[in-house]
């Protein structure tokens, strides 16, 4: 290829193949598709999915590809969504509204093509998975500076959905304008933690005494700038796309290193695989005795059985002081050692769910 016109010959040749291979596979989706329903299989198998990804980017390496992992991922995440949209239409709950970091991962692992549905609180996301209203919800658990997302885990305590997978995802801010200009902006809109998280680049750009106006969501923030070109939104980059609001600034953050835990909720049980974690929640019959949790962890190490994380929560229960215990653990509820355990404590632990761990975490 010599010229800048035989290269997008070649590439008009190459997506041509492409398209075609990708028509080739929805044919096989379909079927399985067929199958799943009537055997009543789960549309989402993120085991499955994560298996794909592992091989493609082996094989990639292997073949001294330019594709790493995290291209694949962004590649074939998207085809896996369509292809389970072929199977059955899904609809996935999400704490709104549109344009929030959980509307990013919730797009993130559900593509462009599901049927999202904005909720104003994780109460009202549970309550529409239990009316069986969607099929999927996506809420935030845990972040790693600002800790756990209590609302989550006192749901999660009573529900009867269940985790079926978890994600992590960088936090990035956007500075976002219709004004040419910086010194143009005469006011800032951004949830009230938006400006907290920026303060050094609001006063290394001059902007500490621009007006800052707090409102209830960055994807309000963006709304609001798309609406006055002298006007500036802190927001994510999905609320900026959304509302069709040019990114002046990106990664303003102070910290770059800020991560959520998003967890995907529904009502099935996934298979075993080789990379699980399991989520569960422990109301210890003698947690007044001294020693009572020491050994109940106890039990895990001599089955050694790794701890990822464990959160202490007030019971909640009438007359007393007490607390519950939510812990991660690694291994799927059915493996023969975890059973073991469990079979110790009749009673006291709830199943929250088994999923494959998330990549990067925290």
Not at 81 to 87: G, K, T
Not at 132 to 148: L, M
Request: one cysteine or more.
């Amino acid at each position: 290829m010599k010229t800048l016109d035989d290269c997008r010959v070649a590439i008009d040749s190459l997506d041509n193949e492409i398209l075609k291979l990708l028509n080739e596979r929805m044919e096989v989706v379909e079927r399985v598709g067929e199958i799943k329903n009537d055997v009543g299989g789960a549309i989402y198998r993120p085991e499955r999915e994560k298996d794909i990804i592992d091989r493609l980017t082996k094989l990639s390496k292997e073949s001294k590809g330019l594709l790493n992992q995290s291209a694949i991922e962004a590649i074939f995440l998207e085809v896996f969504a369509v292809s389970r949209n072929l199977e059955l239409p899904e609809r996935i709950a999400y704490l709104g509204p549109e344009g929030t970091f959980t509307h990013q991962a919730a797009e993130s692992r559900f593509g462009a093509m599901s049927d999202y549905l904005s909720l104003g609180s994780i109460h009202s996301v549970f309550k529409t998975l239990e009316a069986k209203r969607a099929k999927f919800g996506v809420v935030p658990i845990e972040n790693s500076k600002d800790g756990v997302v209590g609302e989550t885990l006192d749901l999660l305590a009573k529900s009867t959905v269940k985790i079926v997978a978890e994600l992590y995802m960088p936090i990035h801010m956007s500075f976002v304008t219709k004004a040419r200009k910086l010194e143009d902006v005469k006011k800032i809109y951004s949830k009230d933690k938006g400006f907290g998280q920026c303060r050094e680049f609001l006063s290394e750009h001059g902007l500490v005494n621009v007006e800052q106006i707090p409102v209830e969501s960055t994807a309000k923030a963006a709304i609001l700038a798309s609406e006055d070109e002298s006007v500036a939104a802190i927001c994510s980059h999905i609320a900026a796309k959304l509302y069709n609001v040019p990114t002046m600034f990106e990664n303003i953050e102070d910290e770059h290193d800020s991560s959520t835990r998003f967890v995907i909720l529904s009502d099935f049980k996934n298979a075993p695989s080789e990379h699980d974690k399991t989520s569960i929640l422990v109301r210890l019959k003698d947690a007044v005795e001294a020693g009572s949790l020491v050994h109940f962890l106890q039990d895990f190490d001599n089955e050694n059985i790794n701890l990822s994380k464990i959160e202490s929560r007030p019971s909640k229960d009438k007359g007393g002081f007490g607390y519950w215990f939510y812990i991660d653990f690694y291994g799927h509820i059915d493996d023969e050692a975890i059973q073991k355990v469990l079979a110790r404590h009749q009673g006291e632990v709830t199943w929250l769910g088994s999923y494959v761990k998330g990549e990067n975490e925290v």
